[in-house]
Nanobody
Framework: QVQLVESGGGLLQAGGSLRLSCVAPGATFSRYRMGWFRQPPGKERDFVATIAWTSDVSYHADSVKGRSTISRDNAKNTVYLQMNSLKPEDTALYYC?????????????????WGQGTQVTVSS
């Protein structure tokens, strides 16, 4: 079992930036592909970004491409999501997820472990 704990959410203004963190205490973190998903109020959970074990390959959803960067520090068992130029439509509960899949994974069902989520609210 892998425990994931997100942090860094909050109330922000449009145009601002945020950095979400997700730590996996006690896990062999480097074994896992990590992903970020988000669920806006009343909507389904959507893919945001994913990063491979070795940190050199990442992929972002079109909705955040150019405004976001996923990164990881395997020594700290932590994955990050930096988002800039925030928009009100970025408002959502943001989840961190882990999978042992080595190939690109953008669907939530491909992830085995999930955090509890951190709320991000962007005001206009």
């Amino acid at each position: 079992q892998v425990q994931l704990v997100e942090s860094g959410g909050g109330l922000l203004q449009a145009g601002g930036s945020l950095r979400l963190s997700c730590v996996a205490p006690g896990a062999t973190f480097s074994r896992y592909r990590m992903g970020w998903f988000r669920q806006p109020p009343g909507k389904e959970r959507d893919f945001v970004a994913t990063i491979a074990w070795t940190s050199d390959v990442s992929y972002h959803a079109d909705s955040v491409k150019g405004r976001s960067t996923i990164s990881r520090d395997n020594a700290k068992n932590t994955v990050y999501l930096q988002m800039n130029s925030l928009k009100p439509e970025d408002t959502a509960l943001y989840y961190c997820a882990a999978t042992t899949r080595s190939t690109l994974a953008t669907r939530s069902l491909l992830y085995d472990y999930w955090g509890q989520g951190t709320q991000v609210t962007v005001s206009s």
